[in-house]
């Protein structure tokens, strides 16, 4: 069986060289189509989706059990890695530009591979626990200059470990989700008690997401050197954020409704496989990490993962770019987030989903949301001569993000969703 990360392999159906789904990619995904009203779990090759409910219906994939018939990928992700990477290296197989089977029959063609074009997509997950971290250097120290001491805009504990807080599953939603204007609790400048009123500061978080395949026990903790087998694949998210609400609320304990009214993710879920060749060291990290967050020395573990954001005003045609980012310079990794988050025995399950918080670079067009862009809105923004300190109703917001290869990319597509008028 070849690798299926193999940059030489090419599909049989065909992949343009900035498509963000080649062979070397295969994300796994949820879907529906006129002929097929129950969800099916799909994976995203060019621009058709292969029909992996159906293929194993038929014979065609085969694990150690039936797991594409749940309409999630739950049953999937909680085989683990050995089985992950033989239902992998199975499908590459399916879509070589060499293997005949699905090829040259156009009655199966029909059957297992439709235009995206003609699916509707789904939360790919059923999710239990949503967890958020604080993941970037610069962009915690952007917020902790605005708002603290600019000469110490970090916390004394945000270099010694990965911060970070409990979110609301309930309300993440897939790309293309629109959603009202929060209403809440806010402070008004000078004001001597809080008001109710719609949400004024409606901000947008670039971030990366993974999702956890095999769980782990109460009671145990995962070490650095084993988080990566825990973790099925990543989307992009966005994590729309109140900052007016928040302002008022997240003393003493954080973020809560002004963060839990909608969190978007991106419908294709990329394996952590996928990423293998575009792994990086990441930045050095000063003081180095106690014991238990501290990397082996040939692991690298951060993903050179390049971002994008977008802004569309309702008035306007097409989108503007705003920003973009890296997740390679994220200070703590993905292991090192799994490695803290079961440090007391904190249990891991199929599902749980993880964040890594804003995702923003050293320079201003890199910083991750509207609160960074407008410097806490003292600097409007210009999207095609309109100003923007904070989102305006009907604005619609679009991520995307890819690893770029010799000759093709592996991306994640993107995620979307647009600001509708509060409800009162």
């Given at each position: ?22 062979i ?17 779990v ?45 239902a ?12 005949p089977?699905?090829r ?5 063609q ?6 995206q ?29 605005m ?71 109460l ?47 991106s ?9 293998k ?64 988050h079961?440090?007391?025995?904190c ?27 407008s ?9 095609a ?17 890819w ?22």
């Amino acid at each position: 069986m070849s690798n299926p990360n193999n940059p030489e392999l090419k599909s049989f159906v065909p992949v343009s060289a900035d498509s963000h789904f080649p062979i070397q990619n295969l994300p796994y995904g949820v879907f529906t189509s006129k002929d097929y009203k129950d969800p099916q779990v799909g994976v995203a090759i060019g621009d058709k989706v292969l029909n992996l409910s159906f293929l194993e219906r038929e014979g065609h994939v085969s694990l150690s059990q039936k797991v594409f018939q749940g309409g999630s990928l739950n049953d999937f992700m909680e085989l683990g890695p050995a089985e992950w990477q033989k239902a992998r290296e199975r499908i590459s197989e399916l879509l070589r530009e060499d293997t005949p089977l699905i090829r040259d029959n156009a009655s199966l063609q029909q059957q297992c591979l439709l235009p995206q074009s003609e699916v509707s997509m789904h939360i790919p997950v059923k999710i239990g626990d949503y967890t958020d971290f604080y993941s970037s250097r610069e962009h915690a120290s952007n917020v902790g200059s605005m708002f603290r001491d600019k000469n110490n805009p970090l916390l004394p504990n945000w270099t010694h470990l990965p911060v970070g807080y409990h979110g609301r599953a309930s309300s993440v939603v897939v790309s293309g989700t629109d959603f009202h204007r929060p209403c809440g609790q806010v402070m008004p400048p000078d004001a001597s008690a809080p008001k109710f009123a719609p949400c004024s500061r409606l901000d947008y978080e670039l971030e990366m997401a993974f999702f956890i395949g095999k769980g782990s026990e109460l009671g145990k903790a995962v070490p650095v050197s084993e988080a990566e087998n825990h973790i099925f694949g990543l989307v992009l998210m966005n994590d729309w954020s109140a900052r007016d609400i928040q302002k008022w609320e997240y003393q003493p304990l954080g973020p809560f409704v002004s963060k839990s009214f909608a969190t978007s993710i991106s419908p294709w879920v990329v394996p952590l496989a996928a990423l293998k060749p575009f792994a990086v060291k990441g930045p050095e990290q000063d003081p180095q990490p106690l014991d238990y967050l501290q990397h082996p020395s040939d692991l690298l573990p951060h993903y050179q993962i390049d971002l994008e954001v977008y802004l569309k005003p309702q008035e306007l045609a097409s989108k503007q770019r705003i920003s973009r980012a890296s997740a390679g310079n994220l200070y703590w990794s993905m292991a090192q987030q799994l490695a803290h988050h079961t440090v007391t025995g904190c249990n891991l399950r199929p599902g749980d989903l993880m964040a890594s918080g804003t995702v923003s670079g050293k320079t201003e067009d890199s910083r991750g949301c509207l609160l960074e862009l407008s410097w806490g809105g003292k600097n409007p923004l210009t999207v095609a001569e309109q100003q923007r300190t904070f989102l305006k109703d009907g604005d619609e917001v679009t991520m995307t993000g890819w690893c770029q290869g010799d000759g093709y990319r592996v991306g994640f597509g993107e995620v979307k969703g647009e600001v509708l008028p509060a409800k009162l």
